[in-house]
């Protein structure tokens, strides 16, 4: 059975720190992995999508990792601002298309 | 062109109630999936349907059931309502012909009184 975890929980830094923020999971048979952003009672929106076959993938400030054999996905975001306070959720695919997702880093970005 | 919406935005309810949600997918998509999302956690997934049939089913009981139109709008239904479906509702929707990724709806937010 598939478990992804997200580690750290929560995240305050400083404006202009760079954010890295951790995923991990425990069957490599994923088809891509999704990074999302979630504000507070609101829906997901996509970050970043890695393919199973990649190993990086960048957009603007964000950059994502992917090392499938080692279970494990980090989401790297370049000097902080602000706006970028929010919960980051990532989630792995299975070939139907399920989405399992970890709990997500809450994250503080104080000015 | 639209991204997935969902309605209603807010609606609350008694225990024992019966509850339907309704999706629309993105343009261009035919895949629809459903998660809920209780506070604090991340999205569950209940169900995913694909050409008008429930295509693959998370652990959720049967008093969540779905469907999907021919235009491949969807709904959840959530029958005799716990205090416990309390959450978040969101609505992902895909093309099945690619592993791309998925787009998610605004969320319907259900309170269960």
């Known amino acids: 059975k598939q478990e992804v975890t997200q580690i750290p929980a929560a995240l305050s830094v400083p404006e202009g720190e760079n954010l890295v923020l951790n995923c991990s999971f425990t069957?490599?048979?994923?088809?891509?992995l999704q990074w999302f952003r979630q504000d507070p009672g609101k829906g997901l929106t996509s970050l970043l999508l890695i393919q199973s076959s990649q190993r990086e993938q960048t957009s603007g400030r964000l950059n994502a990792s992917l090392d499938k054999s080692s279970g494990r996905s980090t989401l790297y975001i370049a000097a902080s601002q602000p706006g970028d306070s929010a919960t980051y959720l990532c989630a792995v695919r299975d070939s139907w298309g399920k989405l399992q997702f970890g709990a997500g880093t809450q994250v503080v970005v104080t000015p | 062109d639209a991204g997935v919406t969902q309605s209603p935005t807010h609606l609350i309810k008694t225990r024992g109630q019966q509850v339907t949600l309704r999706c629309s997918p993105k343009?261009?998509?035919?895949?629809v999936s459903w998660y809920q999302q209780a506070l604090g956690q991340g999205p569950q997934f209940i169900f995913q349907y694909y050409e008008e049939e429930e295509r693959q089913r998370g652990n959720f009981p049967d008093r969540f059931s779905g469907h999907q139109f021919p235009n491949y709008s969807s709904e959840l239904n959530v029958n005799a309502l716990l205090l416990g479906d309390s959450a978040l509702y969101l609505c992902?929707?895909?093309?099945?012909?690619?592993?791309?990724?998925?787009?998610f709806g605004p969320g319907t937010r259900l309170t269960v009184l």
């Open positions: 343009s261009g998509h035919d895949t």
């Open positions: 992902a929707s895909s093309y099945a012909g690619s592993y791309n990724e998925q787009f």
């Open positions: 069957d490599s048979a994923i088809y891509n």
